[in-house]
């Protein structure tokens, strides 16, 4: 019997993940059928319901629901129970459900990896302070880099996360028009891209060696990376490769295997150049 997996979120048109996962269960001969579901705002509960009791295994959740998702789940992994938020779900034997937050691995897997990017004894600036940014902290803390710095339209909530994760390493708090000084790494984790939006940052957080990253993606560069592009920043990348890095690491809950993902990321990349 075919396994039913699906990824969540409002909107999803736009999402990439049934064609990484059905190329991840081909990679690695799953029987598995994984689809897009538009939920509406007010029906997460409701939808996930549906979709278990009628022989779900599993669901990604993206944009708006990760905290949803937290309230929903029975149980948690250290790193989901950490971050509050959740991304991945896996229905158990005895029904109940497990969550898990991939996102941080798969960003900082991203960067490091796939990109070359030092992050250890860097100034970072991570912009938001909603459930994608509480989910990607403790993994980019880990990485043991020389000040971590949230920033975000209203101030109190960016000092709630700061709090959260002081005993991880020096993170701070700032409104996002009051930052000071340049960052060597600046993530967007905010969904601004996703409506064409920039978020109110000076330009005086960039400088020749600042690494950009939308934790968004589109067919065109997002308007936070031609933002950045426009004042200089020399290495700018989107969230797609985080998407099927934290896409492995939920495949791997899933099924206990993990697929490689340099391959998929290569296929995605090159359908997007060619739809320019």
Request: glycine share 8%.
């Amino acid at each position: 019997m075919t396994d039913l997996y699906a990824v969540v979120g409002n909107p999803i048109s736009h999402s990439k993940s049934p064609q990484i996962h059905t190329a991840f269960a081909a990679q690695t001969h799953q029987d598995l059928l994984y689809t897009a579901q538009l939920v509406p705002l007010d029906r997460f509960d409701s939808a996930l319901n549906k979709f278990f009791e009628h022989g779900g295994c599993g669901v990604n959740v993206t944009v708006p629901f990760k905290e949803n998702a937290w309230r929903y789940a029975d149980e948690f992994t250290p790193r989901a129970q950490r971050a509050q938020a959740v991304n991945t779900l896996k229905k158990m034997s005895d029904g109940r459900i497990l969550a898990d937050n991939t996102d941080g691995v798969g960003l900082v897997r991203d960067l490091t990896v796939n990109h070359g990017v030092t992050l250890t004894a860097k100034r970072i600036l991570l912009l938001g302070a909603g459930g994608a940014v509480r989910g990607v902290l403790q993994p980019l803390l880990e990485q043991q880099p020389a000040e971590l710095i949230i920033a975000n339209r209203t101030l109190s909530k960016a000092e709630t996360l700061a709090n959260d994760f002081a005993d991880l390493g020096n993170i701070n708090a700032s409104e996002l028009t009051a930052l000071d000084g340049t960052f060597d790494v600046v993530i967007n984790g905010t969904s601004a891209s996703l409506s064409g939006d920039l978020p109110p940052i000076p330009a005086s957080v960039l400088s020749a060696v600042t690494v950009c990253y939308d934790m968004m993606y589109s067919a065109r560069t997002t308007v936070f990376n031609q933002w950045a592009l426009d004042h200089g920043v020399p290495t700018v990348i989107d969230g797609l490769g985080m998407l099927v890095e934290q896409a492995a690491e939920a495949f791997a809950l899933w099924r206990d295997v993990r697929p490689e993902t340099a391959t998929v990321i290569s296929v995605l990349r090159g359908e997007r150049r060619q739809r320019r």
